[in-house]
């Protein structure tokens, strides 16, 4: 049986979280040596909205997606910094050239050949394919030539945010034959280079995939086959895995720990994730094209009583975007507004509401998320701040907001992306679907929003990422609260998994034991 | 021939009535999906909408379109058995629906059966031994049955009979034509938490039908005649319960089904009530439409099979 890890109280550090990395490894049996074989089952809470990454429209879709596609370039499971991936090596001759080298030998799931037209060929469809949904993720590409295993890509603009770009589903290869053959079913029939070969896929019951018998990498897959059987309901799914019907269910909220605690066959890993639990604001318009607002909402929230009430107290909380393990985060930041309700309240006078405003938040009707809302109302009702909520269910919630424009502010979670400048751009670019007011935040932030893709030295770009976050944080363009921590349970056979920054759970060194 | 006239006249005027029924609840359902909050075409873009994509999805949905003529083509692509395909999947609605249709009815098919295995004997007890203890205790049983909650109930067969002592699965369905004796072992604690307000049901119409018949003057002639009461209860009393045994199974039926909505989401058991909840929060309306109109259909073949029987049990119903 698995050892309990402990969680520590509050906020998760990079130190920490290597160390709880290390101890789920431990706990998960590194000790003994990895075995091959078996079919790990797992609970998935979502149905994929597509096996084809470009049209694919849900972040939840990544750990589906993962063992069936390699991507161009991978990440690192604690900074999120770029490793090859397919892509063995890539350099920026010049700022707007990047050539990337593909590995030699590589096959997809058909038998064709990986190659340098193959990947230009993905990238191209990225681009331009009508049902696209990586469009704007590749826009600053100019055009895209191969030859032989290279491939090269003329930028518009410096971009040096496309490594890590290409490590998310703009990177994910598909084989041309299989998605010239099968049109628009490809989102059914996924054929790409990865651990694991698609078998079959019954909507919103399970995904099955048996393993590579020809997988590039070294030793890997550890497994026979996976199986990722559909259950919405999260206590469901905590349970298939405590009787012993799935081995591993990820995407846990806080409050099941105890639960996992006490139960004697499971183990668990947690670790920091990207997933933001934060209030986009709509600055387009009254109230909230008010800074002062903006920043008296700010210093209204008391973070680490949110954080208790409604998170068991076990994740970061935060004031920006990025949690302190990320290699860009602007760490000097990250406290940057504390519960101050009279500070909050003379804000609001100076922003021309003495006494007090009345603010529309838009949530999601799900029990856990109405806790949120509730905790938020209150803390904001000691400040002047009256909050009033509409509740949608499901995916309609974002879309009450973005696309309608519905409510001043909509509370909800952001997943994250690999590369930090593509969170900034989507969640605050001007014209960005994720900025309900579409137009500039804040003078400047447009700049520095290049900036950060400007210098491949990252160094460099930690220090465009300061100044950027800096911008936001005076501008107080949105209500970050906390950092989900990312929680799996998994049943004793389970050994080797380790969770990681990106919170997208991945199983490549997950074994079975017995 | 000339014997089955009624009958047949009875099947077609059924028929005639249903058409109206299938086009207004069809109709009901259509409108109150389109004033669900929320623009449909944002929904379907996801997370990774711009502007020109929700546009696009508008126009190849066809949702610009007046409500009356959306509605008007899906009407006319379901009496051709085409009930579009899934917004979110693109599979065809159609091979969803009799992908998962087999689960579906084997938990209430399950729950059906439970009910009428339980319920009728306990139903016959109550009603022999009215105001007995033995009475005041399956009455008070059945209050309780139908005041439980059946996801409730569901929570804590999990706990004890699959979280504790491993005897049955906790979640999740196999498909009957794969494995007979898995479906079935499968379905056994989602049927039993479905079956606990139909036990109940059965067992409060069924007691309160022979109690009536029981004291009717017909049977006290029967008892003059010196027939002992088992044959008067098994040759005369049930006899005469069954036409209000047939309505109780006729409404159960239809109550199960929906019943299994709440039942599948517990046990995560992929049928059709998952299936149109996951459909009405992400607004896939081909689907929800399309699981509506089979249950509409079923709903209306329940009745019709009930109707049937009436005539055999009692053969005036046909004549009226």
């Known amino acids: 049986m698995n050892a309990p890890i402990k969680l520590p109280s509050g906020r998760i550090d990079r130190r920490t979280f290597l160390a709880l990395t290390g101890a789920a490894v431990a706990a998960g049996g590194q000790a003994h040596a990895q075995k091959r074989g078996g079919t790990l089952r ?152 990865g651990a694991m070969r698609f078998v079959s896929w019954a909507d919103n019951e399970r995904v099955v995939m048996v393993k590579n018998d020809s997988y590039w990498k070294k030793d890997r897959p550890l497994q026979d086959g996976m199986v990722f059987q559909v259950i919405p309901e999260l206590p469901t799914g905590l349970r298939s895995v405590t009787a012993g019907q799935n081995d591993l269910v990820y995407y846990l909220v806080p409050q099941q720990k105890q639960l996992i605690d006490r139960a004697r066959n499971l183990g668990s890993a947690v670790g920091p994730s990207l997933l933001c639990v934060h209030a986009y604001f709509n600055y387009g318009r009254a109230p909230l094209d008010n800074v002062k607002v903006r920043q008296a909402l700010n210093w209204a929230v008391d973070r680490e009583e949110f954080n208790k009430a409604t998170h068991g107290g076990i994740a970061e909380t935060t004031s920006t975007i990025l949690p302190r393990a990320h290699w860009a985060c602007a760490t000097e930041l990250s406290g940057h507004f504390s519960y101050d309700p009279d500070r909050a309240r003379k804000l609001l006078a100076e922003g021309g509401y003495p006494n007090g405003i009345d603010i529309l938040g838009i949530g999601y009707a799900e029990q856990l998320q109405v806790q949120q809302q509730e905790v938020l109302m209150e803390q904001m009702r000691r400040a002047g701040i009256r909050m009033r909520w509409e509740r949608y269910t499901g995916p309609p919630t974002p879309a009450a907001f973005f696309a309608e424009k519905k409510g001043d502010l909509l509370l909800a979670p952001w997943t994250g992306r690999p590369d930090p400048s593509l969170t900034y751009q989507l969640v605050f670019g001007a014209g960005s679907y994720f900025n309900a007011g579409r137009g500039e935040g804040a003078p400047g932030l447009t700049e520095a929003l290049l900036a950060t893709r400007s210098s491949d030295d990252l160094a460099v770009r930690k220090e465009a990422f300061r100044k950027l976050q800096q911008i936001i944080t005076d501008n107080a363009l949105h209500l970050p609260l906390l950092f989900r921590p990312e929680l799996t349970a998994y049943s004793a056979k389970v050994k080797g998994y380790k969770p990681n920054l990106l919170g997208k759970p991945k199983f490549e060194d997950v074994w079975l034991e017995g | 021939m000339l014997a089955n006239a009624p009958r047949l006249r009875l099947v077609g005027r059924r028929l005639v009535q249903f058409v109206p029924v299938i086009v207004l609840a069809t109709f009901v359902v259509f409108g109150l999906l389109k004033l669900v909050p929320g623009d449909l075409a944002a929904t379907l873009a996801g997370e990774y909408a711009t502007e020109e994509r929700i546009a696009q999805i508008r126009q190849d949905y066809g949702l610009n379109d007046p409500f009356l003529v959306q509605y008007g083509r899906w009407l006319w692509n379901a009496v051709q058995l085409d009930l579009s395909r899934s917004f979110q999947s693109n599979e065809p609605v159609l091979d969803q629906i009799l992908h998962r249709f087999p689960t579906t009815m084997l938990l209430v098919a399950g729950a059906l059966l439970i009910s009428l295995a339980v319920g009728v004997p306990l139903g016959i007890l109550a009603a022999t031994n009215a105001g007995s203890r033995l009475d005041v205790a399956v009455t008070s049983l059945s209050s309780f049955g139908v005041a439980l909650p059946n996801f409730w109930l569901a929570m804590i067969l999990v706990a004890t009979f699959s979280l504790s002592w491993g005897w049955f699965p906790a979640t999740g369905a196999v498909r009957f034509s794969a494995d007979p004796q898995g479906a079935i072992w499968h379905a056994v604690l989602p049927s039993i938490a479905l079956a606990a307000g139909g036990i109940a049901e059965v067992v409060r119409q069924l007691r309160s039908a022979l109690i009536e018949i029981l004291s009717s003057q017909y049977v006290r002639t029967l008892y003059a005649k010196g027939l002992s009461p088992s044959a008067i209860l098994w040759k005369h009393g049930l006899k005469n319960v069954a036409v209000t045994l047939l309505t109780v199974i006729g409404l159960l039926a239809s109550r199960l089904l929906g019943g299994a909505v709440v039942i599948e989401a517990v046990f995560a058991i992929p049928g059709m009530g998952s299936m149109v909840v996951r459909a009405a929060i992400v607004k896939d309306f081909p689907v929800v439409q399309g699981v509506v109109f089979t249950m509409v259909i079923l709903v209306i073949a329940i009745n019709l099979v009930i109707d049937l029987l009436y005539t055999i049990v009692d053969p005036r119903v046909a004549l009226k």
């Open chain 1, 42 to 193: 797992l609970s998935a809470q979502s149905n994929p909205s597509s096996l084809d990454p470009q049209t694919g429209n849900s972040g939840s879709d990544h750990v589906i997606l993962y063992p069936l596609y390699d991507s161009l370039v991978e990440w690192d499971y604690a900074t999120l910094q770029a490793k090859p991936g397919l892509a063995e090596k890539w350099t920026y001759p010049d700022p707007t050239t990047l050539v990337m080298t593909i590995r030699d030998g590589i096959t997809f799931h058909d038998g064709t050949k990986c190659d340098g037209e193959a990947v230009r060929y993905n990238l191209l469809r990225a681009m331009r394919h009508e049902r696209s949904n990586v469009k704007s993720d590749l826009g600053t590409v100019a055009d895209i030539t191969a030859a032989g295993q290279t491939v090269t890509l003329k930028l518009k603009q410096p971009d040096s945010a496309l490594p890590l770009i290409l490590s998310d589903r703009a990177g994910m290869i598909s084989s041309p034959k299989a998605m010239e053959e099968h049109g628009r079913d490809y989102d059914r029939r996924p054929v790409g280079t």
